[in-house]
């Protein structure tokens, strides 16, 4: 069964019942950040976390129903029958970004709306990703089920993070991807992925009438060059690439710091440390933020169209939220770890904040157990709870520490 949790069907974990709710493109307006923050703190354990996804979760929920009630009052809960499958990633910057060149929100709102316009794609797994990348390649490199960019005058699609050449106007896009999930669930047989499926993305790529063999996308260079589209407008029909000719994508870094802007204003990324956000955070987040703060896939957040970026930068780091690109936050990540999750094998929370300057500069994940819950994609220094202590695995070299103290010492 997909256990994947939603704002209605929690998941149980050993803290108690947790609730996941999607937010498609990683936009959350103000006022929606100020229910979950009440939300979390009045229902539930007072933290909120942020996905891979740009989703967020609610963890030691006292009374779901409540949450749940809570989410729908606020406009984050618009379809109860398809409030799991609303996994929508967009770039973070979009619109407003220097390296992109289509604002895909447009396409987010559309896109989510043909999801919960269709009663069979409720049937879709929890686990299934929409992404759709406005050129400058971040978002893309996470490989999602269905990924649309803008490339040679027309949107491009990739499957699985393979491109099979098909090229459609932007408004035609959406229409796409919804064909590709349609096409995902008659292939399904089970899977929860599409990479899962024995030669899927060659099987929903020749549902889709594509011809041309699909070449994998590696990380490298954005995605698209060129002018900015304007959003919305139609394109004409693109060349498909060259049989063969790998697409490069972006090995971006996430959005730290000052960030210029096209419109001469500034934006901010922000580090949310370990991804989790107290309420109090939430709320000084919200009082920053102009209209909606956007959630990254790499557990931060980005605020827009800010007058002062340096001075919300004071502030916000007065919450314990940085915005230095050489914190040592910046890169350190962890599973949920002892005592949410019974499988773990210790509280690795609160040992990475003990160590938080333990490879700094490198990116660093702790993993309370082998499976390695939420470790980024890429290259990064695995921290990984043993019965005997951590195993640090650094570029394919093991070594075992006792404890964090061991570590840290080790470290200096």
């Known amino acids: 069964m997909d256990a994947c949790p939603g704002a209605l069907q929690v998941h149980q974990a050993a803290d108690g019942a947790l609730a996941r709710v999607r937010v498609p493109g990683g936009e959350l307006s103000v006022g929606g950040l100020r229910a979950l923050a009440a939300a979390a703190a009045e229902v539930g354990a007072g933290v909120i976390e942020l ?3 740009a989703n967020v ?11 749940a009630a809570r989410m729908a009052e606020a406009g984050l809960l618009p379809s ?5 499958v609303r996994n929508i990633v967009a770039s973070p910057l979009t619109g407003q970004g220097g390296r992109g060149r289509l604002d895909v929100r447009p396409l987010v709102a559309t896109l989510d709306a043909a999801l919960c316009a269709r009663p069979g794609l409720a049937r879709l797994p929890g686990r299934f990703l929409f992404a759709l990348d406005d050129g400058s390649g971040d978002v893309s490199a996470l490989d999602a089920d269905v990924t649309i960019f803008p490339d040679l005058g ?5 499957l699985a993070g393979v491109d099979h050449g098909i090229r459609c106007p932007v408004g035609g896009s959406v229409d796409v991807m919804i064909a590709a999930a349609e096409a995902f669930l008659e292939e399904a047989q089970g899977a929860w992925r599409l990479g899962e499926i024995p030669g899927g993305p060659d099987r929903i790529a020749a549902r889709l009438g594509a011809t041309t063999s699909g070449t994998p996308v590696a990380s490298g260079k954005p995605l698209a060059s060129g002018k900015p589209l304007a959003s919305g407008t139609p394109l004409a029909s693109g060349t498909p690439l060259t049989s063969g ?6 090995d971006q870094e996430p959005p730290i710091g000052v960030i210029p802007l096209r419109d001469g204003s ?4 922000v580090i949310v440390p ?4 107290s309420a109090g955070q939430a709320t000084a987040l919200a009082d920053t933020a102009v209209n909606a703060v956007r959630l990254t896939p790499w557990r931060g957040v980005v605020l827009l169209e800010l007058n002062d970026a340096t001075s919300a930068a004071k502030t916000l780091a007065k919450a314990d939220l940085p915005s230095d690109p050489r914190s040592p936050w910046a890169g350190l990540s962890a599973c949920t770890g002892q005592p949410g999750c019974a499988k773990s094998l210790a509280d690795v929370q609160t040992d990475a904040r003990q160590a938080v300057g333990f490879a700094q500069g ?10 390695r819950c939420g470790r980024p994609r890429g290259r990064a220094v695995d921290v990984v709870a043993t019965p005997g202590g951590y195993r640090v695995e650094r570029d394919g070299v093991r070594r075992t520490y006792t404890d964090v103290t061991d570590m840290t010492r080790s470290a200096r």
Not at 266 to 269: A, E, H, I, R
Not at 274 to 277: C, E, F, S, T, V
């Open 57 to 67: 979760q609610v963890r030691g929920l006292r009374d779901p129903g409540e949450f």
């Open 245 to 250: 000719k790998p697409l490069t994508s972006g």
């Open 362 to 371: 490198e990116p660093v994940h702790w993993s309370g157990c082998e499976r």
């Open 266 to 269: 500034s934006g901010l990324g």
């Open 80 to 84: 109860a029958t398809h409030e799991r």
């Open 274 to 277: 370990l991804g989790r956000l």
């Open 154 to 158: 027309s949107m491009g699609v990739l």
């Open 51 to 53: 996905t891979s996804r």
